[in-house]
């Protein structure tokens, strides 16, 4: 059974988790400030302090710009990312969007138990294992065939990255695509997705995540014939 899969994520959604970590880069940042010494060909004490007034200030400023990117990071981070949706397929079937509980129910379902699934994805082992670690997190049962340990050249998946690129290599699923002609939507990327949540925008990041699905399953069809 071959089930085409992808994930959209958000960064941490903890309460007061940025506000945490906009703390500890404040902190550091006082430590670094403190640190701050003028070159030493610099003689003069006037252009010495302004040297170590600019230095300080613009670690000042870096806080809060160095606070977004770390937190937007942590979208990509198992351990306190969230799965806003699942998009999954099952052989030729319609494309489904859930939430982590909702497409693990339906996965253990509709698994027969006569045949192991090939989990089919781009980059897929880092999908299966944010799945399984935003699962074990929040309580959510994960069936016992899920293949988070799995290696990308074994039965259990089918990475298009990997079968691809090779192992270790790295190619994004526009360029694939647009080396196959598989069509997609245009003016849309992982990047945007968070943003276009904050802007209320949750069916376009749907729609987004299950178009992957669809172009991954033609790639993997063409791939692996």
């Not at 339906?106 to 935003?134: E, K, S, T, Y």
């Amino acid at each position: 059974m071959n089930i085409y899969l992808d994930i959209e994520t958000l960064p941490c959604q903890l309460p007061g988790f940025g506000d945490e970590l906009r703390a500890d880069l404040a902190a550091s940042a006082e430590e670094r400030k403190a640190a701050v010494r003028a070159p030493a060909n610099y003689k003069d004490e006037e252009k010495i302090t302004a040297f170590i007034i600019d230095a300080r200030q613009k670690i000042e400023d870096d806080i809060d710009a160095d606070a977004e990117k770390q937190y937007r990071a942590t979208a990509l981070d198992g351990t306190f990312g969230e799965v806003f949706c699942v998009a999954w397929a099952i052989e030729d079937g319609p494309i489904e969007v859930s939430d982590l509980a909702g497409v693990f129910d339906a996965l253990r379902a509709a698994h027969d138990h006569r045949d192991a699934p090939c989990i089919i994805g781009h980059n897929v082992p880092w999908d299966i294992r944010f799945m399984w670690q935003q699962a074990k997190i929040k309580g959510i049962a994960v069936p016992r065939w899920w293949p988070v340990k799995a290696k990308p050249w074994e039965d259990a998946i089918y990475d298009t990255m990997t079968q691809w690129a090779g192992v270790g290599n790295r190619i994004k699923l526009d360029k694939l695509c647009k080396a196959f002609g598989v069509p997609g939507k245009a003016g849309f990327d992982g990047s945007q997705v968070y943003d276009a949540w904050l802007a209320g925008e949750h069916e376009r990041i749907r729609e987004y995540c299950k178009d992957d699905v669809m172009r991954v399953r033609e790639l993997h069809k063409r791939m692996a014939s």
